[in-house]
Structure formats: C-alpha cells, structure tokens
C-alpha cells in the first residue's frame, strides 16, 4: 500500500485549467495569433504551459521569459476563479486520516499554498515544492527527489500523482509510484503505475 501523496496542483487538486487558457488565448491574440481553445487545451495538456510559449515565442519573436512574465500576469485575473474539484478535499483528509501523507509538487508560486490556506487544505500537507525554490521543472526528477530527501520518504510507498503525462514522468524518473488522474479522457499517460478518472479512487490505493 502507499503511504506518501506528491501532488500537483492545477488540473488535478484544482481546476485552474479554465482560467489558464483564458489568459493563454489572450496573450496569443494579443501577439497577433490565432489558436482554436481546444487546440490550446490539448497542447498545454500533452506537453506544457513552458513548451507552448517556447514555440509560439519563436514565430512572434519574444523570448520565452518575456511570455511567461506576460501569462503569469495575465493569469492573476484569474486566481478567484480556481476551485478544488468536488472530491479533492475529502481525498486529501482520507489520505492523512489513513496515517499517509499528502504533498505538493507545483510549478506556481506561493499563489498555491493561498488558495489551498483559503479553502483551509494547507494544514492537509506535510510540506511541498513550488516555483519559488527554482528546481528543474518535471520532467525532471529534482523536485520529487528534494521532497524525499526533506521528509525522508520512502520512494517505494510513495506516488506522485497528476493530470499530465510529464507529471507521471517526472515520477518515474524519480523512482516512484505514479497515479495518472485521466480528469480530461486524454488517456495521456499509459506509463502510469495506476490510472483513475475520479479522485476518489486513489485512497483506496494507500494504507489504512
């Protein structure tokens, strides 16, 4: 059974999606490009927010920082509009009430642990990653591997779960379990140790 939950946070704790790819669209738009949403969605799901400014910052010429600093601002007008999915919370307090552990692996600034601190969720974690400490973003396993070193988790009870095929990656390359939450029905990331449609069938896969 596992013990220990890494979780990501947009699009499987909290479904920010929506307010991403509004303010994806409008930064394409207003770079004087064209993109049909749910082309935009499929992209930024199969890769990442990053990959997709990359390229399109090669066909408009802006660098890739330059984007990302214009989205991420574009993307605060958004933070009210984020809410965890239905079955989130209780899964997060199924999970500790179960003797296991949650944490978060994110690629968000602080702005994550506010929102989890506004719908009183950040006292459901032990502790986690976000983009202020400035590791290598999944795939990469460096985030993963500072969690288990920080809490001396053991790799084999441990999974890292998510909604996209890198976070499930990122995992393995890690050496741990994986838990793809198929939230879409891309069906992304058939590497995955396990993969579930709904968020209530993960406690039933950690101790009781």
Do not use: C
């Amino acid at each position: 059974m596992l013990v220990n939950a890494i979780w990501d946070f947009d699009g499987t704790l909290y479904d920010s999606y929506p307010g991403m790819m509004k303010a994806l669209a409008a930064l394409v738009t207003a770079n004087g490009g064209q993109i049909e949403p749910k082309t935009l969605y499929r992209q930024v799901k199969e890769t990442s927010i990053k990959q997709f400014l990359t390229g399109f910052g090669q066909q408009v010429g802006r660098s890739v920082a330059d984007l990302e600093a214009d989205y991420h601002q574009r993307a605060r007008a958004y933070l009210q509009d984020i809410h965890p999915y239905p079955e989130a919370l209780a899964v997060l307090k199924a999970i500790k009430a179960q003797g296991g552990h949650n944490l978060l692996l994110t690629h968000r600034d602080r702005s994550a642990w506010e929102i989890l601190a506004h719908d009183q969720a950040d006292t459901l974690f032990l502790g986690g990653v976000d983009a202020d400490l400035k590791l290598p973003r999944k795939p990469a396993p460096d985030a993963i591997q500072y969690l288990l070193r920080r809490f001396q988790l053991n790799p084999a009870v441990t999974a890292m779960i998510g909604d996209r095929s890198l976070d499930v990656d990122a995992g393995i390359n890690a050496d741990v379990k994986t838990i793809y939450f198929n939230v879409d029905g891309l069906n992304a990331a058939p590497q995955a140790d396990y993969q579930v449609d709904h968020l209530i069938e993960i406690p039933p896969l950690f101790r009781k």
